[in-house]
């Protein structure tokens, strides 16, 4: 799992499993989820699960911005589908320039949403520092993973009470325990994590140019699924 910031995804293609795995061929399905993920949530975990039964590779995209707990999740104006409408058919940049990936949405298992779970962390009091009584308290938005993850993940969650606030390095340390378990769903799965630069909508699409030029230049025609809410 590769926990750092790209400036750029021509590096990460340029070594990545999509070169260096002989055992695929390069008729691959690729996932995409891009999001906040303050915190990742059961939702976020399952839909990363059935990506990765159903793709060759997935990018989780990790927007680095914070987040209070006790504040709300932007409500916006219809699906969030709508932000990658260039990339899916009738999309301007899927008709002038993703030549060589066929691009749709897939199914997103949101199960709760990350609004409650801040909410929920909030309400445990800043006074209190029990780790085992704190994961009780946020258990029904988590997995069902073994206990001693569930423990490391409260463990990373609960340090978000100090200043109210809930940072990308945190929320990648519940991904990282997550990913370890995303890994074993496929043998030939290849999960990578990305705490983007700038907006994982803007590298979403960026990511998309940077798969349509490899595919060129093999010869190819990637298998795109976008998981984002309809």
């Known amino acids: 799992m590769k926990l750092k910031t790209y400036n750029?995804?021509?590096?990460?293609?340029?070594?990545?499993?999509?070169?260096?795995?002989?055992?695929?061929?390069?008729?691959?399905t690729i996932g995409i989820l891009p999001g906040a993920f303050k915190p990742p949530h059961r939702g976020h975990f399952l839909t990363a699960k059935n990506a990765c039964e159903e793709c060759d590779i997935v990018f989780?995209?990790?927007?680095?911005?914070?987040?209070?707990?006790?504040?709300?999740?932007?409500?916006?104006?219809?699906?969030e589908s709508q932000k990658y409408a260039g990339l899916l058919p009738g999309g301007k940049q899927a008709d002038d320039l993703m030549t060589n990936l066929h691009i749709e949405l897939?199914?997103?298992d949101r199960q709760t949403s990350a609004?409650?779970?801040r909410a929920r962390i909030a309400?445990?009091?800043?006074?209190?520092?029990d780790?085992?009584?704190?994961?009780?308290?946020?258990?029904?938005?988590?997995?069902?993973?073994?206990e001693e993850d569930m423990l490391q993940i409260s463990g990373s969650l609960i340090t978000t009470l100090k200043d109210g606030i809930i940072s990308a390095n945190e929320a990648a340390e519940v991904w990282k325990v997550y990913v370890k378990h995303l890994d074993k769903v496929r043998r030939h799965t290849h999960v990578i994590f990305d705490i983007t630069a700038g907006s994982p909508i803007g590298s979403t699409y960026e990511l998309c140019e940077q798969l349509n030029q490899q595919a060129e230049g093999e010869r190819a025609t990637y298998n795109v699924r976008l998981y984002t809410g309809e």
């Open 8 to 28: 750029s995804f021509s590096d990460l293609l340029s070594e990545s499993v999509l070169q260096e795995d002989e055992e695929l061929n390069f008729d691959k």
């Open 60 to 79: 989780i995209l990790m927007s680095p911005t914070s987040r209070e707990l006790g504040k709300a999740s932007k409500n916006i104006a219809g699906p």
């Open 106 to 108: 897939a199914e997103v």
């Open 115 to 117: 609004s409650s779970m």
């Open 123 to 129: 309400s445990y009091g800043l006074e209190l520092d």
């Open 131 to 146: 780790n085992i009584t704190f994961l009780k308290n946020i258990k029904d938005f988590l997995p069902d993973l073994p």
